[in-house]
């Protein structure tokens, strides 16, 4: 890292009574958890969210498949 950059990273870190090690790995830590964060979460606009709503209160009626799965199969809970 030039010594520019490491003076102004270590100057931040003093700022907030840190060293440049645990200032480094913390932001590193929040960074890594923000972009697991992105690729977990599923985010819906507003026209997909009222037919996600729509679909949970009024559901489609069972498919023929589906009603020949369920009836084929022991269902244990």
Known sequence: MPAD????????AARVGSTFTAFATQLLIEHARRIQKQHTTSV??????????E???NPPAP??????TVNTRKVTL
Do not use: G, T
Not at 5 to 12: F, G, N, S, Y
């Open 5 to 12: 950059l490491k003076q102004e990273v270590d100057d931040a």
């Open 44 to 53: 819906l606009n507003r026209e997909a969210q009222i037919e996600f709503a």
């Open 55 to 57: 679909m949970i209160l």
């Open 63 to 68: 498919s023929e498949a589906l009603r020949k």
